[in-house]
Every structure is written in C-alpha cells, then in structure tokens.
C-alpha cells in the first residue's frame, strides 16, 4: 500500500499517513513531519519506517531535515552509533551555520 507515496507496510488503511502529506513540489519542513507525526502516535520504530520511505525517494534524497529526522528517531531507540551518523550527514547537507552547529552538537551529545 502506498501513502502519499511512501510505501507502508507495518500499519493498515486506518492508520496509513494521509496521501495529502507528500507529493509537494514546494520544499519545506512538509517531508519530515508525517514520520515525526507518525512516531508520536506509533512510536519510533514506526515514525523510522516513514523517514526510511522519504529518504529513499530521490526528490528528497539531500534534504536534510529527513536525515535529521531520522537521527532523532534512531536515537530515541537507543541506536545511538546511527543516530550520530545520522546527525552528521545531515549536518553536511544543509547551508545554514547553525542549523549545523546544532545537528552537529546533536551528534557529539549521541557520542557522549
């Protein structure tokens, strides 16, 4: 089953994101917010699997925020050595100095 384009294979039609969450052209926060939504209702586990679908479409393939995500998560399940990774792949991807800054102190927080 295909949710807003993401694949979705932990949950049914009843609990699948809604199709309106992807499919956006504009770019935005818009990507990473259904696996953040999504993790809040189901846990992290299933909030990863969304991230994991979004990274894997090649439009959002660089976007930092769903790497970042994706490192809040995996840190949240006490997967800490690819929380870290994660944090700093995303830290490499954006322009803004502080947005680097703070995934890179997210990072160095994980290595702790």
């Known amino acids: 089953m295909y949710a807003g384009g993401c694949p979705v294979t932990m949950h049914d039609e009843r609990t699948a994101p809604s199709r309106r969450w992807g499919g956006s052209s504009r770019r935005g926060s818009w990507p990473a917010w259904p696996s953040v939504a999504y993790s809040m209702a189901f846990g992290p586990e299933a909030g990863?699997?969304?991230?994991?679908?979004?990274?894997?479409?090649?439009?959002?393939?660089?976007?930092?925020?769903?790497?970042?995500?994706?490192?809040?998560?995996?840190?949240?399940l006490g997967r800490m050595?690819?929380?870290?990774?994660?944090?700093?792949?995303?830290?490499?991807?954006?322009?803004?100095?502080?947005?680097?800054?703070?995934?890179?102190?997210?990072?160095?927080?994980?290595?702790a």
Not at 90 to 95: C, S
């Open 81 to 111: 050595a690819e929380a870290r990774a994660e944090f700093e792949r995303a830290a490499t991807m954006t322009r803004n100095a502080r947005e680097r800054e703070l995934l890179l102190a997210r990072a160095r927080r994980g290595a």
């Open 48 to 76: 990863l699997d969304i991230a994991d679908a979004l990274g894997s479409d090649p439009a959002l393939r660089g976007y930092h925020l769903v790497t970042s995500v994706r490192g809040d998560l995996l840190e949240k």
